[in-house]
């Protein structure tokens, strides 16, 4: 058997997968398209680039996708290496300087002796061929073509958002002030206060303001619940914001009021010199939201460096596909990791490519291959993909109700979490203790 495997895409499934491969042994050619041919979401050539949010979610292990970045660290996960190395105060997230994270990630990759980067677009695995298919959301329709053939089926599909970013300096520091939701972690986050006119009468023109159409050819766009549009959001509704992404719970004032809305901003750079719009993913026209988000008292004349924009979002139906292994079912030695399979998220897409690499490795070393305990965190959330209902098929972020249920019952809900992370932890260090 050919011990050099490939590895197509340089994301965070495909680069965490080519680093579990090279630290067994194994020889990896890595293939990835960019930059000589781009999608319509990255915006350079490097690895692991985060197209949308800087922030990997919450960092408390009584958040579910903060105990996977934990399981992660305990697997020697490359991708939560630099995540990190490169954070910056995000309150009780973990958010990266998304540049300095990726070029950190680029250099580990392109250094390690076993690894091997190819810079072409790739069309099809050939047969025999040991590869993990790690192309993500943004698959090219060569390779999706391939795909979908093999599958025999049509794609499933949904529409992903990304939020603009403005910088600090064009922010109106007589409006805006730093406080974290209950004083959580640093006051990392900056705060544009909305009072009820306010609020209403921005509501009113997001609602009504013109969106960008030109590449959503399916007649029915579906967009997935964790990523909605807040154009979509406020169509929904008067109070959806406020009961959403511009919820003013545990926010006051420097003068101990609450807003009646607010919008907060995240530091995109260590530097502090860019922030994102939390929750503000978008594909609203550029002019429309210079017009509408300068709305938005503090950014009257904020400076866009980012705009908001939607881009396709390609998965397979996995449950008909994988099996948790992350294995192609009727193909040896084919495996299939990160948002294309259906996990959402970045620490989920990492956990996915980690969980390919280890089992191709293992492929390659005619071992038995590695299903996690459906306690821990990565379990649970690959037993999801390969075990759902496969009619009903939907991306899924990492969540504690993906988890069997505790022997006794725990309250409250935070102690139960507790409970469940304790298990989860301790599984997986038995777990790996079985499976060196």
Aim: with cysteine; aromatic share 10%; charged share 25%.
């Amino acid at each position: 058997m050919n011990r050099e495997v490939w590895v197509v895409g340089a994301g965070l499934a495909g680069c965490e997968a080519a680093w579990q491969l090279a630290l067994r042994g194994i020889r990896v050619r890595l293939f990835e398209m960019r930059p000589e041919k781009m999608t319509p979401a990255h915006r350079t050539g490097l690895f692991a680039e985060l197209v949308c949010s800087n922030s990997l979610r919450g960092a408390a292990l009584e958040n579910a996708v903060g105990l996977l970045k934990e399981e992660l660290r305990r697997l020697n996960s490359v991708i939560m290496s630099m995540a990190d190395r490169h954070r910056v105060e995000a309150g009780g997230a973990l958010a990266v300087d998304r540049w300095r994270f990726a070029e950190g990630v680029t250099q580990k990759i392109t250094e390690h002796p076993l690894i091997t980067v190819v810079h072409e677009e790739l069309t099809a695995i050939p047969p025999g061929q040991p590869a993990i298919i790690a192309t993500g959301p943004l698959t090219s329709e060569s390779l999706a073509d391939w795909i979908r053939a093999k599958t025999g089926q049509a794609y499933l599909y949904f529409y992903d958002a990304a939020a603009p970013i403005v910088t600090r300096e064009s922010l109106n520091e007589e409006v805006v002030f730093a406080a974290s939701r209950y004083g959580k972690g640093e006051a990392a986050y900056l705060n544009c206060p909305l009072n009820r006119e306010e609020y209403e009468h921005f509501w009113q023109e997001l609602k009504d303001a013109e969106c960008f159409e030109g590449h959503l050819p399916e007649e029915k766009t579906i967009f997935f619940e964790g990523c909605m549009p807040v154009e979509v959001l406020a169509a929904r509704g008067r109070d959806t914001l406020r009961y959403g992404p511009m919820k003013p719970v545990g926010i006051t004032d420097p003068k101990g009021n609450r807003p009646y809305a607010v919008v907060q901003l995240r530091p995109e750079n260590r530097e502090g010199t860019l922030y994102n719009l939390v929750g503000f993913q978008t594909h609203l026209k550029r002019g429309e939201q210079e017009r509408v988000f300068r709305m938005i008292p503090g950014l009257e004349k904020a400076e866009f460096v980012r705009y908001g924009m939607i881009h396709r979002n390609t998965y397979i139906n996995s449950p008909r596909l994988l099996e948790a292994t992350l294995a192609w079912r009727d193909t040896p030695g084919l495996f299939v990791a990160g948002q294309i399979t259906g996990v959402e998220g970045y620490v989920e897409s990492t956990a996915a490519g980690l969980v390919a690499g280890v089992n191709l490795a293992r492929f390659v070393q005619g071992k038995d291959l590695l299903v996690f305990p459906q306690t821990t965190a990565v379990g649970a959330l690959l037993h999801y993909i390969a075990t759902a209902e496969p009619e009903h098929f939907q991306p899924m972020n990492v969540n504690f109700g993906l988890f069997p249920a505790l022997t006794a019952k725990v309250r409250p809900k935070f102690r139960r979490y507790q409970a469940l992370a304790a298990r989860a932890l301790r599984d997986l260090n038995s777990f790996l203790a079985l499976n060196p």
